[in-house]
């Protein structure tokens, strides 16, 4: 799946423009799904690209995307924090 965004934000971004708003949910996108596959690092690479993605007069929607970043964040945090409880009761 991140190749399928991967290669339609390339088709948004020579049609539209590197900062449109469109590229950044492409970007956005592509890390829910990192996240989902457990590829934490790729996900933090494109939430950060987002911030670059957006001029400020979309200042609204970079907002929007910000706040879905830090819940993303924030569920790996409790899932990363779970998964710790779960291994530490398994080993004892």
Do not use: C
């Not at 690092?41 to 879905?68: C, G, M, V, W």
Request: glycine letters at 4%.
């Amino acid at each position: 799946a991140p190749e399928q965004y991967s290669q339609g934000m390339e088709i948004e971004k020579s049609f539209y423009g590197e900062n449109h708003p469109y590229v950044a949910i492409s970007l956005s996108n592509m890390g829910n799904v990192y996240v989902s596959q457990a590829e934490y690092q790729k996900a933090l690479e494109n939430y950060s690209r987002i911030q670059t993605s957006y001029p400020s007069d979309f200042s609204s929607l970079k907002q929007h995307h910000l706040s879905r970043f830090f819940l993303s964040w924030t569920s790996l945090y409790l899932w990363h924090k779970n998964y710790l409880l779960i291994e530490s009761n398994l080993s004892n």
